[in-house]
């Protein structure tokens, strides 16, 4: 029979709790501890060490607490936090985390719902030339850099005949190892210039595409690959996630005109050897 803890040790872990997770201070320029917002109680328990007051002490697991969270959603968001700089963006990071603490002991699940979240702030502690915009896109395509690494392997489909013969009318599934991004900046191959630790320097925004670009993020065993779409591949790829081969092709091609309606009838049977052969699809839903 499990025995309930006894009452103060509750106590404790409740003030231990809203000190480490009490919010670093930014109005200085750097990250400081608020430690006048600790819980009087558990400053008063505290005893003084050699190197500082109870306050001193505590502030180190407050600062512990914060800093590999932030290590953490850096990893998992590099571009984002290169372009933003990496004191504007712990700044971001903690807003998110105060709204969303970690549940659990894996802290890369601590990044998860940023991506989304940042595309619904209205404002970013983000000073100079980088567009909101581009950190949203920034942070969908750190995200799918994620997501693909992550995602469990699967074998691609390798359709039999009798499939094939019906194909038109069913709908693929799509694979957990592939992703579709969107840029107007060339930040895909911005993100792939970047090394496995995240430097504390700014990145400067690539030019504005004339028009916007499409990629696969793709992953093949232990490679991860990234594949530029044209873009009625890419109306097509984004139709065949909801729809079937012969209504995504019928609703595509009626949306474009042109090159690209010719490109969709020109190459669309290229395309589709070519996803099989990547691994863009698991089967048929």
């Known amino acids: 029979m499990t025995r309930a803890p006894p009452p103060w040790l509750v106590t404790f872990q409740r003030h231990f709790s809203e000190t480490i997770r009490t919010p670093l201070d930014a109005s200085s320029g750097t990250l400081r501890a608020q430690v006048h917002r600790y819980p009087v109680a558990l400053r008063d328990a505290t005893r003084a060490g050699p190197q500082g007051g109870p306050e001193a002490r505590l502030a180190v697991y407050n600062r512990q607490y914060w800093f590999r969270l932030f290590g953490a959603l850096q990893g998992e968001f590099p571009l984002v936090a290169q372009l933003m ?16 603490p970690p549940r659990g002991v894996d802290l890369r699940l601590a990044a998860q719902g940023f991506a989304p979240w940042l595309g619904g702030v209205p404002s970013l502690e983000a000073p100079g030339a980088v567009p909101r915009e581009a950190l949203v896109q920034a942070a969908a395509i750190d995200a799918a850099w994620s997501d693909v690494w992550m995602a469990p392997e699967v074998p691609a489909w390798s359709p039999r005949p009798e499939e094939l013969a019906h194909v038109d009318a069913r709908r693929l599934r799509c694979s957990p190892t592939v992703r579709l991004v969107e840029e107007d ?75 690209d309606r010719a490109a969709l009838l020109r190459e669309v049977s290229g395309w589709m050897a070519e996803g099989r052969r990547l691994g863009f699809w698991s089967g048929l839903a």
């Open 185 to 259: 900046w060339a930040l895909v191959e911005l993100r792939r210039t970047l090394g496995s630790e995240v430097e504390d320097r700014r990145l400067a925004l690539p030019p504005r595409h004339a028009r916007p670009r499409a990629w696969a993020v793709i992953r093949q065993g232990a490679a991860l690959g990234q594949l530029a779409l044209s873009p009625a591949r890419a109306s097509l790829m984004r139709a065949l996630e909801t729809k079937t081969l012969g209504h995504a092709l019928a609703e595509v091609e009626a949306s474009l005109d042109g090159e």
């Open 85 to 100: 700089g990496l004191f504007h963006f712990n700044q971001a990071a903690q807003r998110f985390l105060l709204k969303h």
